[in-house]
């Protein structure tokens, strides 16, 4: 863990040093790259004021649909808005997307099943064995491509569907420093340039005329170090174990390398992500152009007019014969 970042109520031998700058109590947590110590009460409410602020920023309004896997990051943001949403005029909702992936799947749908309830916000379930046919297992069996590609091909299509087909506004994501920064260095490392190029942004508009609804991803500049502490701090439930698959996500490798990265400076992530955002404003790359797929009408980037979860679903079809 980098030196940016010290929890002083856990053992730490700093513990009782620092003071909160806000109230002068013992700091819980001190964040070494903006020189910051803070207490519990305000650790919160720093936390939920950057949340607040990124949703003002791109006016988000109406009815908004939070994606929640039952995770850390997922659960804090939904925590959060659910708090802070009555004062912003939004209708909050949250989405959660059963993979079918054993015992991790079940606990995940109980766990945040209970939450939804003890904070009274709405809950969609999707149900991947029902409402599609398949679960994640049966579709990576039958067509022999990674678990993680095939699940983010399939939750990616879901959320959208489902927040279009139900006329939300937006839907919110749990997308963190470590994943933005992450995707770059992933991308630098294995000479991705599209991914590079294309990058990930902290929002998208919605585009009505493609079947396409608006991204935001209000965490996008809080690390998984600060979502964990936010949930400790407000005890919100999360589901500890691990997606089986996870493992075998290259992904979680580069992510390693940030705790080796970030003693040497507790604020590359964000400076990764920013250079990155500024580089592709100052190329002016080219937009990807989306079409609707002929399939299933949503969009697509691809060529062939036939979008990755379409060919996702023929190839299941063609496994049967
Ligand atoms: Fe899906 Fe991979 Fe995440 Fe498991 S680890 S939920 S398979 S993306
Ligand atoms: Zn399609």
Redesign the pocket.
């Known amino acids: 863990m980098g030196l940016g970042w010290i929890r002083l109520d856990d053992g730490s031998n700093m513990r009782g040093r620092r003071k909160c700058r806000y109230c002068g109590k013992p700091a819980v947590v001190w964040l070494g790259y903006a020189n910051l110590g803070l207490c519990a009460e305000h650790y919160v409410s720093c936390y939920e004021n950057k949340i607040r602020r990124m949703l003002e920023k791109h006016r988000i309004r109406g009815m908004l649909m939070v994606a929640v896997s039952g995770g850390k990051d997922s659960m804090a943001l939904l925590g959060t808005i659910g708090r802070i949403s009555e004062s912003l005029d939004i209708d909050v909702f949250a989405f959660h997307i059963n ?1 079918g ?1 054993g015992e991790y799947s079940e606990v995940s749908e109980e766990t945040v099943k209970r939450f939804c309830k003890d904070v009274r916000v709405p809950l969609i379930i999707y149900d991947c064995r029902k409402d599609l046919g398949f679960s ?1 297992p049966d579709i990576v069996k039958r067509v022999q491509r990674p ?2 590609s095939v ?2 091909i399939v939750k990616r299509w879901v959320i959208n569907k489902v927040a279009y087909e139900n006329g939300f506004d937006f839907v919110a994501t749990g997308h963190n420093i470590d994943d933005a920064s992450t995707y770059i260095l992933k991308a630098l490392m294995t000479n991705d340039i599209y991914s590079l190029v294309r990058g990930q942004e902290e929002f998208s508009e919605s585009k009505p005329e493609l079947r396409l609804v608006g991204r935001i991803r209000p965490q996008f500049y809080l690390s998984e170090r600060e979502n964990m502490l936010y949930v400790q701090l407000t005890n919100i439930p999360i589901v500890e174990d691990q ?1 089986p ?2 493992r075998r ?1 290259t992904i979680h490798k580069y992510k390693r390398a940030w705790d080796v990265l970030l003693k040497i400076n507790p604020i590359a992530q964000i400076n990764i992500v920013r250079v990155m955002k500024k580089i592709r404003s100052m190329m002016a790359f080219p937009e990807p152009k989306l079409v609707q797929c002929s399939v299933c009408g949503f969009p697509t980037e691809s060529e062939g007019g036939v979008c990755t979860f379409c060919r996702l679903m023929e190839m299941m079809k063609n496994s049967h014969n």
């Open positions: 993979l992936i994640i678990a993680c699940c983010g997606c698959y996870s996500a």
